[in-house]
């Protein structure tokens, strides 16, 4: 257990140019100077001297900051307690079934298998589909597939997926090659790479980044258990091979539209909070108005579609975005898009001052006191000031989140000390969802448990809801 340990220049370094890249040599050229290095003898007192310019930078930003609301605050309260709760979740991991995804990989290969004689079919002959010369060469050589739209590589035409997509309506070959794409990716990222990750106990251990993302959230390396597939009827068999060990169940417990909720309660969105208060569910209703179809008819599959459309619109996807996702024409989605921020016109105007906000101060945050420093918003290249503007609006509303699920943790540890010692760890953050291993007779008290603290842990103008549900692997959860 990790104890006592009361200060991390990489953490500090981290919230004063959260996104950059964080290293203690960097950081030693950045904030000490030649004079100090001087007087240093040992490395120990290069550390010292570092650590007493950070928190001098720390507490200069806190001066211009609300009190108890401030960067210094989040760097004692949320992100140096996080520290030992990461440290545990790495080392206590999460149990694979390996003969799961092993089964899986052999049913995958067949299923690939039967893709490619089905592409090879249609393309007259066999060709390595994972080449993107020889599929080059196959759909718009052999095949002669218009090539109008799509851009170029320095010797071919681009097979690149966004390219693709323009095609795959009308060309099935098209829509096949994405599937075998799509599969042979996962077959390749998880099938057959995780179960050779795990330790004697079959556990899979993630390693967490603190000090990586820019909006403050948490990152997830080596390997990456916060991009396991959600979608997909093969997402969900990837995720039942995540179990709980014998005795044991696992919890799960997701923030239902946290991100929606933060952009509600920072934007005052009239609207939007009513419906919130209401206990309504936005993604459904924007799936309603996009398919035009009464909201209890809204399938699985619009919802998630909707989710996409919600972030997208908020953070500033555009008219042509939409489109492409939505199967709209150009001009349906742009009237859509005005349609939207005309209803919820409190978003519009937060955006708005985000913007605004951004360009005079060169930087944005969170309520909570995080920064993020935004320079290239005044730049002259309109694209690089164009996505500037974007996380202008995106990270005080996924860095609030981040900060919020943060705290959660924090709390959730607490309780569990105080109250199930020895019962329950904390496996998994993806994001807004947390995954807990605990004694089989616990699992309901548990839940019950961890879903008050997660929806009272920071009060916003509308309720904070987390779904809460138990099983023996993730896929069941
Ligand atoms: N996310 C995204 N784009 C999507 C889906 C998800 O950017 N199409 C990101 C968002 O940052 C979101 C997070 O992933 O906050 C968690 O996703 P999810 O739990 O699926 O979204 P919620 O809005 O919480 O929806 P639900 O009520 O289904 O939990
Ligand atoms: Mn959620």
Redesign the pocket.
Known sequence: ELRQVDFDCLLAGYLLNAGGTVSLSALALEYVSDADVSDIEGSSLLVQTLREKLLDKLREIAQEQKPGKTVLDVFSRVEMPLIAILRAMERVGIRLNGSILTALSKEMEQEIESIQKEIYALAGREFNVSSPKQLSEVLFVELKIPTTNLKRTKTNVSTASSELEKLKSEYPIVALVEQYRERTKLKNTYLDVLPRLVDAESRLHTTFGQATAATGRLSSTDPNLQNIP?RSEWGERIRSAFVASPGKLLVGA???????RVAAHLSNDAEMCAAFRRGE?I?RRTASLVYNVPPESVTDEM??KA??F??GIIYGMGAYGLSQSAGMTRDEAGKFIEEYLEHFSGIRTFMESMKKFALEKGYVETELGRRRFLPEIASDNRQVAASAERMAINMPV?GL?ADIVKLAMIAVDTCIRERFAGQVSLLLQI???LIFEVEESIAPVFAHEVKGVMESVYPLQVPLVA?VSIGKNWGEI
């Open positions: 959600i997701d923030y239902s539209q946290i991100e929606l569910d993604h919802r998630r989710k996409a919600n972030f996924q989140e994001h807004d969802e779904d």
